[in-house]
């Protein structure tokens, strides 16, 4: 008499390898998602910084045109700024020169503004993601007259 014997052949994961397997893909999901966000709102503030350069070469031409001054209202310089901004609120149009900058913009969820002034410089005033994008923070914002 033989015996039936029956082969059973199935190979598949134990509990304890697809813990490990999830532990590790946890691990490298928590070092790579600060650097993705970061990267993102670096993309975003694009928009900020081309606005503001934007308002700054119309303001440079507004002060060579009116003897130095540079204006506070949107209306006086010639810039197009596309409404509604993706990202941004409605820019502040500051008097500018020396220490108070031409323009300011507020990022929409008011995590921080981004400012620039008449030699070029951008600053940023707000949270820590002002030194995640780059940009050379600051403590006080300064007034926009």
Same mark, same amino acid.
């Given at each position: 008499?033989?015996?039936?014997?029956?082969?059973?052949?199935?190979?598949?994961?134990?509990?304890?390898?697809?813990?490990?397997?999830?532990?590790?893909?946890?691990?490298?999901?928590?070092?790579?998602?600060?650097?993705?966000?970061?990267? $993102?709102?670096?993309?975003?503030?694009? !928009?900020?910084?081309?606005?503001? @350069? &934007?308002?700054?070469? %119309?303001?440079? +031409?507004?002060?060579?045109?009116?003897?130095?001054?540079?204006?506070?209202?949107?209306?006086?310089?010639?810039?197009?700024?596309?409404?509604? $901004?993706?990202?941004?609120?409605?820019? !502040?149009?500051?008097?500018?020169? @020396? &220490?108070?900058?031409? %323009?300011?913009? +507020?990022?929409?969820?008011?995590?921080?503004?981004?400012?620039?002034?008449?030699?070029?410089?951008?600053?940023?005033?707000?949270?820590?993601?002002?030194?995640?994008?780059?940009?050379?923070?600051?403590?006080?914002?300064?007034?926009?007259?």
């Amino acid at each position: 008499m033989q015996k039936a014997v029956s082969k059973n052949n199935q190979s598949a994961f134990t509990l304890m390898e697809l813990v490990v397997v999830t532990i590790v893909i946890a691990i490298l999901a928590g070092i790579a998602l600060p650097h993705f966000t970061a990267a $993102l709102e670096r993309n975003r503030a694009v !928009e900020g910084v081309n606005i503001l @350069g &934007a308002i700054r070469s %119309a303001q440079e +031409r507004f002060a060579l045109a009116n003897g130095g001054a540079y204006t506070t209202n949107i209306l006086d310089i010639d810039v197009d700024i596309p409404v509604p $901004l993706n990202y941004f609120e409605t820019p !502040e149009i500051c008097a500018g020169g @020396g &220490a108070v900058p031409l %323009a300011r913009i +507020r990022d929409i969820p008011r995590r921080y503004r981004l400012l620039i002034y008449d030699n070029g410089d951008i600053e940023c005033h707000g949270n820590v993601l002002c030194q995640r994008m780059g940009f050379t923070q600051i403590a006080a914002l300064p007034n926009c007259p």
